[in-house]
C-alpha cells in the first residue's frame, strides 16, 4: 500500500499542520493547505477536522499537551511539599524556555493561535492550576503549608511566576538578574504559605534544648 493509499489519520494532519506554520506562518493552520501538503481531498481532511477553527485548536492542544507529562510526573512523587512545588516552578519554567529554543516558529505561531482557541489556552491553565494545588494541598495536610484553599493559592502561585515562563515575556528572559528576580518571587511565595511555628512547639523545642544541655553540663562533672 503506498502513503497516499494509506488511512490519513488525525496525527499526520495535526504533524503536517505544525509543519506548514513554521514554514509559512499561523496563517497556514487551515484545511485547505494542510490537504495540499498531504496530497489528499479537502473531504479527507474534514473527516477528522470540522473546520479551521477546530484545526488551529488541536495544533495549540497538540503542543500545550506535550509539556504536561513531567509536570505531572511531579505532582505524583513523594516528599516534602515545598520542595515539589520548586521543582514544579522549575520544570515548568525550563520546559517552555527550551521549547520556545528548540522550535521557535511555531513558539512564535503558538501565541497568534493561542489567540484563536482560548478554550484549550483555559483548560491548559486550569490544569496547570490544578497541579499547583495538588502540592499546596499536600503540604497543607503534611503542615508545611498554613492553611489556605488550595485552588485559589495555586492559581496565585501560578500567576506570581507567570513572567519566567509565558511567551510573552520571551524577551525578557535570560536578562541579567532574572534568576535573582525569580528567586525572590519564590521566596515571596512561600512566605505567603509556610506555617507558622507555634509557640507552644517552640517553647517545647527550647526546654528541651534546655534540658539536653544541663544533662551534657551534669556528665562533665562526673
Do not use: C
Request: hydrophobic fraction near 45%; proline fraction near 5%; aromatic fraction near 4%.
Amino acid at each position: 500500500m503506498s502513503p497516499a493509499d494509506s488511512p490519513l489519520t488525525l496525527e499526520q494532519i495535526l504533524a503536517t499542520a505544525e509543519d506548514a506554520v513554521r514554514r509559512y506562518g499561523p496563517d497556514k493552520a487551515n484545511v485547505v493547505d494542510v490537504a495540499r501538503a498531504l496530497g489528499v481531498s479537502h473531504a479527507a481532511v474534514y473527516r477528522h477536522v470540522a473546520s479551521k477553527a477546530e484545526l488551529r485548536e488541536l495544533v495549540v492542544a497538540r503542543w500545550t499537551e506535550a509539556m504536561m507529562s513531567p509536570l505531572r510526573a511531579i505532582v505524583a512523587e513523594t516528599g516534602p511539599a515545598p520542595r515539589r512545588l520548586r521543582k514544579l516552578f522549575d520544570t515548568l519554567i525550563a520546559t517552555k524556555r527550551r521549547r520556545a529554543a528548540e522550535d521557535p516558529e511555531l513558539a512564535m505561531a503558538y501565541r497568534t493561535l493561542a489567540a484563536d482557541a482560548q478554550t484549550v489556552i483555559e483548560a491548559h491553565v486550569d490544569e496547570l492550576v490544578a497541579l499547583h494545588a495538588a502540592i499546596i494541598r499536600a503540604g497543607v495536610k503534611e503542615g508545611a503549608f498554613r492553611k489556605v484553599d488550595p485552588t485559589a493559592a495555586g492559581r496565585a502561585a501560578f500567576s506570581a511566576m507567570w513572567r519566567f515562563h509565558h511567551p510573552a515575556h520571551a524577551a525578557e528572559w535570560g536578562k541579567p538578574g532574572e534568576k535573582e528576580a525569580m528567586d525572590d518571587v519564590w521566596r515571596l511565595v512561600m512566605g505567603g504559605l509556610l506555617a507558622a511555628k507555634s509557640p507552644a512547639k517552640k517553647t517545647a523545642r527550647v526546654a528541651a534544648a534546655k534540658t539536653s544541655g544541663r544533662k551534657s553540663s551534669r556528665k562533665s562533672h562526673r
